[in-house]
């Protein structure tokens, strides 16, 4: 199981982090990744670290932004947001999967969390 954490109301150029944490065995062997969702549109890739610490990887709108890592010992992973736009207000997901994946796909990914909700004002 995933269960995120983090979200809340914050004004543009803000920041919050987000934590998810995930439950069972195996953590270090999984590969992470950050998904939204805002209301209307599609689910959205956006940052995933491999179980390979160097194996990172984010969505163009948020490179320089956001910041991915993982804490195997704690069984978290995180995603450091700064300098928030309106745009980027969702639902943030954390996804997990035990084996290869396509970064940027939903599909890849066979565990998720409820989601956190992340709302920038202007």
């Known amino acids: 199981q995933l269960a995120e954490s983090g979200g809340g109301l914050v004004q543009a150029g803000g920041s919050l982090n987000l934590s998810c944490v995930a439950s069972g065995t195996a953590f270090s062997l999984y590969n992470m990744a950050w998904f939204r969702q805002a209301p209307g549109k599609e689910r959205e890739f956006v940052a995933a670290?491999?179980?390979?610490?160097?194996?990172?990887h984010y969505t163009d709108s948020v490179k320089g932004r956001f910041t991915v890592s993982r804490d195997n010992d704690k069984n978290t992973v995180y995603l450091q947001m700064n300098a928030l736009k309106p745009e980027d207000t969702a639902t943030y997901y954390c996804?997990?999967?035990?084996?290869?994946?396509?970064?940027?796909?939903?599909?890849?990914?066979?565990?998720w969390g409820q989601g956190t909700q992340v709302t920038v004002s202007s």
């Open positions: 996804a997990a999967q035990n084996g290869p994946v396509t970064r940027d796909s939903s599909m890849s990914y066979s565990l």
């Open positions: 670290i491999a179980w390979i610490w160097s194996n990172i």
